[in-house]
């Protein structure tokens, strides 16, 4: 352990072992995955990004070994580690700099957002000389200003290659088209048991290949169409499982989308509707199933249902409110506002 930690001392690494792990240390060759706890802060102790926290779901980083991933000391420091050790490494800043980015890709991912979502589409050194924002103050500082790191891993897990599914974002491009029907139709299955949840997971996975293989076509032609093409209904099953799941504003933006490229997208309209309703948005909603009957006649049963539903939900509100109004303000309150 000794010769290992005056190897990374030799690299701009200080490791602090603070609970020693089991067994022998692995071989870590390329294709072996790894799971592992993270917590990245300043050297001040200023936390950027915890893995056990339950804004990051408490779950854990995995990493292919030798897979090339955007942050290479991850992949360096855990071959120092054996399974179930703690250890605490402060990092130079010439291992650090491309952290902002790998940062805001994992807060992305919590989000159920696009993992490059507000990245250019230029290399990473780049990126980092630029002046684009990614949303997060703490990663903007750090971009405009990069720093020495401190990065705390509980190494769980070390899986041999082959003893493991391989996660969608380490497949070959051609793994990924082979795959994208088979996690479509997973979500479909999860979704027909009622796990809405699961199922999610599944489209999300299946758009996530083809949004990086999208990514390495130009806009607009042939080939990029054909995946936007295929995208769109594991968008719209994604879509609902939001919906199902309460979380409307997401809804609302991924619809827009696709209205903004399908303008014709019933679907899209009929989801963007009941999340406008559900978030108090009258004039959209009416509007967006406007569109629905428009374009598809045989759906006004169902739009009006929607309209129905939505009416009723106001006139509820509108009275809990008049009712928290008159508590607070007393029987001449109605008389009051009449005057």
């Given at each position: 352990m000794e010769e290992i930690a005056v190897a990374l001392s030799a690299e701009g690494i200080q490791?602090?072992?603070?609970?020693?792990?089991?067994?022998?240390?692995?071989?870590?060759?390329?294709?072996?995955?790894?799971?592992?706890?993270?917590?990245?802060?300043?050297?001040?102790?200023?936390?950027?990004?915890?893995?056990?926290?339950?804004?990051?779901?408490?779950?854990?980083?995995?990493?292919?070994?030798?897979?090339?991933?955007?942050?290479?000391?991850?992949?360096?420091?855990?071959?120092?580690?054996?399974?179930?050790?703690?250890?605490?490494?402060?990092?130079?800043?010439?291992?650090?700099?491309?952290?902002?980015?790998?940062?805001?890709?994992?807060?992305?991912?919590?989000?159920?957002?696009?993992?490059?979502?507000?990245?250019?589409?230029?290399?990473?050194?780049?990126?980092?000389?630029?002046?684009?924002?990614?949303?997060?103050?703490?990663?903007?500082?750090?971009?405009?200003?990069?720093?020495?790191?401190?990065?705390?891993?509980?190494?769980?897990?070390?899986?041999?290659?082959g003893t493991f599914q391989l996660d969608t974002w380490a497949m070959t491009d051609e793994e990924k088209m082979e795959a994208v029907p088979q996690i479509h139709e997973q979500g479909n299955a999860l979704f027909k048991q009622g796990d809405v949840v699961g199922a999610g997971e599944n489209y999300y996975n299946a758009i996530a290949c083809l949004k990086n293989l999208q990514m390495k076509e130009r806009a607009g032609d042939e080939h990029w169409i054909k995946l936007d093409v295929l995208m769109t209904p594991l968008?719209?099953?994604?879509?609902?499982?939001?919906?199902?799941?309460?979380?409307?504003?997401?809804?609302?933006?991924?619809c827009s989308s696709l209205i903004s490229k399908y303008d014709d997208n019933v679907k899209a309209y009929f989801k963007r509707g009941k999340a406008h309703a559900a978030v108090w948005n009258k004039k959209e909603a009416r509007a967006d199933f406007a569109r629905v009957v428009e374009l598809d006649p045989s759906l006004a049963p169902s739009v009006a249902r929607e309209l129905r539903a939505m009416e009723e939900r106001i006139r509820g509100k509108e009275e809990e409110e008049k009712g928290r109004y008159k508590n607070l303000f007393g029987d001449n309150a109605t008389a009051t506002t009449k005057d």
């Amino acid at each position: 352990m000794e010769e290992i930690a005056v190897a990374l001392s030799a690299e701009g690494i200080q490791k602090k072992v603070i609970s020693p792990g089991r067994g022998q240390l692995s071989a870590f060759a390329d294709g072996t995955k790894v799971k592992f706890h993270y917590r990245t802060s300043l050297l001040d102790g200023t936390v950027l990004d915890d893995s056990r926290m339950e804004e990051c779901h408490c779950k854990p980083m995995e990493l292919i070994m030798g897979k090339k991933f955007k942050l290479p000391v991850w992949e360096r420091i855990v071959t120092t580690m054996k399974e179930g050790e703690i250890s605490e490494f402060t990092c130079d800043t010439k291992h650090t700099a491309l952290y902002p980015l790998v940062s805001q890709s994992l807060r992305n991912i919590r989000a159920g957002k696009d993992p490059l979502e507000g990245q250019r589409h230029c290399c990473g050194i780049a990126q980092i000389h630029s002046h684009h924002s990614s949303g997060h103050h703490d990663l903007d500082e750090l971009q405009a200003t990069p720093k020495p790191l401190v990065f705390t891993l509980e190494l769980l897990q070390v899986l041999e290659t082959g003893t493991f599914q391989l996660d969608t974002w380490a497949m070959t491009d051609e793994e990924k088209m082979e795959a994208v029907p088979q996690i479509h139709e997973q979500g479909n299955a999860l979704f027909k048991q009622g796990d809405v949840v699961g199922a999610g997971e599944n489209y999300y996975n299946a758009i996530a290949c083809l949004k990086n293989l999208q990514m390495k076509e130009r806009a607009g032609d042939e080939h990029w169409i054909k995946l936007d093409v295929l995208m769109t209904p594991l968008l719209l099953n994604y879509c609902q499982c939001k919906l199902m799941q309460g979380q409307f504003y997401e809804v609302l933006d991924h619809c827009s989308s696709l209205i903004s490229k399908y303008d014709d997208n019933v679907k899209a309209y009929f989801k963007r509707g009941k999340a406008h309703a559900a978030v108090w948005n009258k004039k959209e909603a009416r509007a967006d199933f406007a569109r629905v009957v428009e374009l598809d006649p045989s759906l006004a049963p169902s739009v009006a249902r929607e309209l129905r539903a939505m009416e009723e939900r106001i006139r509820g509100k509108e009275e809990e409110e008049k009712g928290r109004y008159k508590n607070l303000f007393g029987d001449n309150a109605t008389a009051t506002t009449k005057d």
